[in-house]
């Protein structure tokens, strides 16, 4: 049973063969040709696997500014980290984070299929994490191994298509079609910029991040990746000199001269967000028409919901600007802690860039340039300040040195464990009956105008 569940896990924690699959089923109830369903089964696991090589040089060149941050300006606290905190949990709740992530998506399968949240998510790494959240805050509330899995399980399915849902209404913005969601556990701060950045467009729309006009003798920084390269090149010099050159070419370089080291760190982050670029591009071309045998055949009129990257195409210029004021508002946040003389939550580099570029995005499309920095700003205050609060719901695991970054892990994390608090086991269970119940309200309620939907989005596709 162990073996079983080892290889399920190392099949379904792999977002590429997650997709791939998905891609291999949807070709082939097309009856797509053997060539084709070969090609784009093929093409979509190396575009998903472009992407993470791609993020995996960000992350890489992003461990040593944190490191110099925290050096340079003597920050000392917990730093958000899902890795770090996942492997905390997996010590004691391993088995039961498995066993919800694999039977969650079964339940997210059954919600797409027989609600109008129609999100089948497809990030299989961070749902994993989520899995692990939920398999703590279960059981420090005192469940057994059977009740952690069966409740985890369902809440983690309701999470698996409310979290895309929240985000949806912007991804139609960005894409400028419904094809395709955002399945990522920073959708809640995500999508909360997006609705502020709305709120606060004013009269006159800002423009676009992307229109921006340069100069003629400034043109060269029309190029995302020059643009990336030389801003990052600056914020990074700017803690170097605050960390110095002995600790830098002590500790982070190996004795490469300092200011080299940065250079060529900033540029390995250009180069890491273009091999994104470029993995989302290939993904994008294949999942999309593969995804739409699944939506036709198991499960009706369905959306992947895939990791944030996939949307960095469409606004590149606010992946850095969402990144660079995601960070500012951290760092506002971490300070507000300082002056109330709370646990200080250290600005987590990568969540930054990950959920801040794709506030920086979405705020974007919501309110143009304003809104991307509002929403980028609203986001980093929330991913800085959730975490904090969380740490008393994890239990032991809250005292470490480590907790989980993105909003959704706050959100969903203190409404279980907020029912904890006000009613134990039995309030948990009953507002996790009522989330699925009022899913299917919603469902029915809404049916008639879905249907009305569903029939002209076909006329307009026979037309």
């Given at each position: 049973m162990d073996a079983v569940l080892d290889v399920l896990l190392d099949i379904f924690t792999q977002p590429s063969i997650i997709v791939a699959l998905i891609a291999l089923v949807g070709l082939a109830v097309q009856q797509k040709s053997f060539s084709d369903v070969l090609k784009g089964t093929i093409r979509t696991m190396v575009g998903f696997l472009v992407l993470s090589a791609g993020a995996g040089v960000v992350v890489g060149s992003l461990d040593p500014f944190g490191e110099m941050f925290q050096y340079a300006f003597n920050v000392q606290g917990v730093v958000p980290n899902n890795e770090?905190?996942?492997?905390?949990?997996?010590?004691?709740?391993?088995?039961?984070?498995?066993?919800?992530?694999?039977?969650?998506?079964?339940?997210?399968?059954?919600l797409a299929a027989t609600t109008r949240f129609k999100y089948v998510y497809l990030s299989g790494h961070v749902s994993f994490y989520i899995a692990a959240m939920f398999a703590v805050i279960l059981g420090v509330?005192?469940?057994?191994?059977?009740?952690?899995?069966?409740?985890?399980?369902?809440?983690?399915?309701?999470?698996?298509?409310?979290?895309?849902?929240?985000?949806?209404?912007?991804?139609?913005?960005?894409?400028?079609?419904?094809?395709?969601?955002?399945?990522?556990?920073?959708?809640?701060?995500?999508?909360?910029?997006?609705?502020?950045?709305?709120?606060?467009?004013?009269?006159?729309?800002?423009?676009?991040?992307?229109?921006?006009?340069?100069p003629k003798g400034l043109s060269f920084l029309r190029d995302t990746t020059v643009i990336v390269a030389l801003s990052m090149a600056v914020i990074y010099i700017i803690v170097g000199l605050f960390a110095g050159p002995t600790y830098i070419e002590g500790e982070l370089s190996g004795g490469t001269n300092f200011i080299v080291f940065l250079i060529m760190q900033a540029a390995t982050f250009s180069g890491g967000v273009f091999i994104i670029l470029a993995g989302v591009r290939v993904i994008l071309a294949e999942i999309v028409p593969a995804f739409k045998g699944v939506s036709e055949r198991l499960v009706k009129n369905s959306k992947p919901a895939l990791d944030v990257p996939i949307i960095f195409t469409f606004a590149p210029n606010a992946v850095l600007i969402g990144f660079l004021v995601s960070f500012a508002g951290g760092i506002v946040g971490m300070l507000g802690m300082v002056a109330l003389g709370t646990t200080i939550v250290i600005p987590g580099v990568v969540a930054h860039f990950m959920t801040g570029a794709a506030a920086g995005v979405i705020g974007n499309a919501a309110g143009g340039r304003r809104g991307a920095v509002i929403a980028s700003f609203v986001n980093g205050l929330a991913i800085t300040i959730l975490p904090l609060l969380l740490l008393p719901v994890l239990g032991d695991i809250g005292l470490s040195n480590a907790t989980f970054s993105d909003a959704d892990y706050g959100v969903f994390g203190l409404i279980l464990g907020g029912l904890s608090e006000a009613g134990g086991q039995i309030a948990i269970i009953v507002g996790i009956v009522v989330s699925v119940v009022t899913l299917y309200v919603i469902t029915f309620a809404t049916r008639g105008r879905m249907a009305k939907k569903a029939a002209d989005a076909e006329k307009e596709s026979v037309a």
């Open positions: 770090a905190i996942v492997a905390q949990v997996l010590i004691d709740y391993g088995s039961a984070a498995a066993l919800i992530f694999f039977f969650g998506m079964i339940i997210n399968i059954v509330a005192g469940f057994s191994q059977w009740q952690v899995i069966l409740w985890g399980s369902i809440a983690q399915g309701i999470y698996m298509v409310v979290s895309p849902a929240l985000v949806q209404p912007f991804m139609r913005r960005v894409t400028g079609g419904d094809t395709v969601a955002l399945g990522h556990t920073g959708g809640a701060g995500i999508a909360f910029g997006g609705l502020i950045a709305w709120l606060t467009r004013g009269k006159g729309n800002s423009k676009s991040t992307e229109e921006m006009n340069f």
